[in-house]
């Protein structure tokens, strides 16, 4: 009986640590479910670079695929913009946003280039606009 009852405390325990031990950050699929529909406004600029894409829609919110650098795998990022001359500054949803990148980019419209800012400046991530530059 005292065997049993250890046993059923620790599982209990373990469950317990388990709900009580979510991550910080937001995951990819829960920013997916709860930005649905925020990015179903028309996009006004889309930049891309090999398997990244950048979309900023019109009511000022933002979707970014790409790889988190830490797993390796393709993410979906989202959350609110904000334009002010050329300087693009990004309000990831939940704070969950790829660990190489800050919240800054540079739109650079006379030759089409969209730059996000790297926390290692070598690393900033240019892209070419393929839709909305002017």
């Keep these: 009986m005292n065997r049993l009852f250890s046993w059923c405390s620790f599982v ?13 950050r937001s995951s990819s699929r829960e920013v997916k479910r709860e930005t649905r529909d925020k990015r179903k ?25 790409g790889k988190d650098p830490s797993s390796n795998r393709a993410d979906l990022y989202a959350g609110t913009y904000k334009i002010e001359g050329d300087s ?22 006379t030759n089409n280039l969209l730059t996000l800012f790297s926390k290692d400046p070598s690393k900033n991530r240019k892209m070419h606009i393929l839709f909305g530059a002017k």
Aim: glycine share 4%.
């Design 12 to 24: 209990i325990i373990m469950l317990l640590s388990l709900s009580c031990s979510t991550p910080e």
């Design 41 to 65: 406004s028309p996009i006004v600029l889309t930049a891309k670079e090999g398997d990244y894409y950048l979309n900023l829609r019109q009511n000022n919110f933002f979707d970014y695929f």
């Design 88 to 109: 693009l500054l990004l309000g990831f949803y939940n704070n969950y946003q790829p660990a190489d990148l800050t919240s800054m980019g540079y739109i650079d419209r």
